[in-house]
C-alpha cells in the first residue's frame, strides 16, 4: 500500500471512529462510482442523511509552510461529490428523512508526528 494510501485509509478510519462517537450511524464507506466516490454514508443522530468527504495529510516536525487538508477539496471534486451522493439518493431514497434531506459534509485530519490528529469537521459545506 503507498504511503498516501496508507494516510489516507488512516484518516477515513479516524474519521468514522469520530462519527460514531459524536452519535452518527456509518450506513457505507468507499462507495465508488466511475464518476465518483463517496468516502463515508452516514446517518447523523438528527437523521440526516450525510455523505462525508474526508481529506488527509501528515505533517513532519514543524514544517514551514503550514498545509491544511481543507486546500484538497477542489470545486471539481465537489461537483463530482454531488453528483454521486444525487445518484446515491436516488437509488436509496429510503434512506432519506423528508423533513431533513441530505448533506456533504468535510472532515479534515492533519496526522501531527507527536500529537494527537487535528481533526475539524465542516458540516453542510
Same mark, same amino acid.
Request: glycine content about 8%; proline content about 3%.
Given at each position: 500500500?503507498?504511503?498516501? $494510501? +496508507? %494516510?489516507?485509509?488512516?484518516?477515513? !478510519?479516524? +474519521?468514522?471512529?469520530?462519527?460514531?462517537?459524536?452519535?452518527?450511524?456509518? =450506513? !457505507?464507506?468507499?462507495?465508488?462510482?466511475?464518476?465518483?466516490?463517496?468516502?463515508?454514508? +452516514?446517518? $447523523?443522530?438528527?437523521?440526516?442523511?450525510?455523505?462525508?468527504?474526508?481529506? %488527509? =495529510?501528515?505533517?513532519?516536525?514543524?514544517? +514551514?509552510?503550514?498545509?491544511?487538508?481543507?486546500?484538497?477539496?477542489? $470545486?471539481?471534486?465537489?461537483?463530482?461529490?454531488?453528483?454521486?451522493?444525487?445518484?446515491?439518493?436516488?437509488?436509496?431514497? /429510503?434512506?432519506?428523512? !423528508? !423533513?431533513?434531506?441530505?448533506? =456533504?459534509?468535510?472532515?479534515?485530519?492533519?496526522?501531527?508526528?507527536?500529537? /494527537?490528529?487535528? =481533526? %475539524?469537521?465542516?458540516?453542510?459545506?
Amino acid at each position: 500500500m503507498k504511503n498516501t $494510501s +496508507a %494516510t489516507g485509509q488512516l484518516g477515513e !478510519d479516524l +474519521a468514522c471512529e469520530y462519527l460514531k462517537e459524536g452519535g452518527y450511524k456509518v =450506513i !457505507d464507506r468507499n462507495f465508488r462510482k466511475p464518476w465518483g466516490e463517496l468516502d463515508i454514508i +452516514a446517518k $447523523s443522530k438528527g437523521g440526516v442523511l450525510v455523505f462525508v468527504e474526508v481529506k %488527509t =495529510i501528515r505533517q513532519y516536525g514543524n514544517a +514551514a509552510i503550514e498545509i491544511v487538508p481543507e486546500d484538497n477539496l477542489t $470545486s471539481a471534486k465537489l461537483k463530482k461529490l454531488q453528483r454521486t451522493a444525487q445518484m446515491f439518493v436516488g437509488k436509496h431514497p /429510503e434512506l432519506i428523512n !423528508d !423533513d431533513r434531506g441530505w448533506q =456533504i459534509d468535510l472532515i479534515a485530519i492533519t496526522l501531527l508526528d507527536d500529537a /494527537e490528529p487535528k =481533526i %475539524t469537521h465542516y458540516e453542510n459545506i
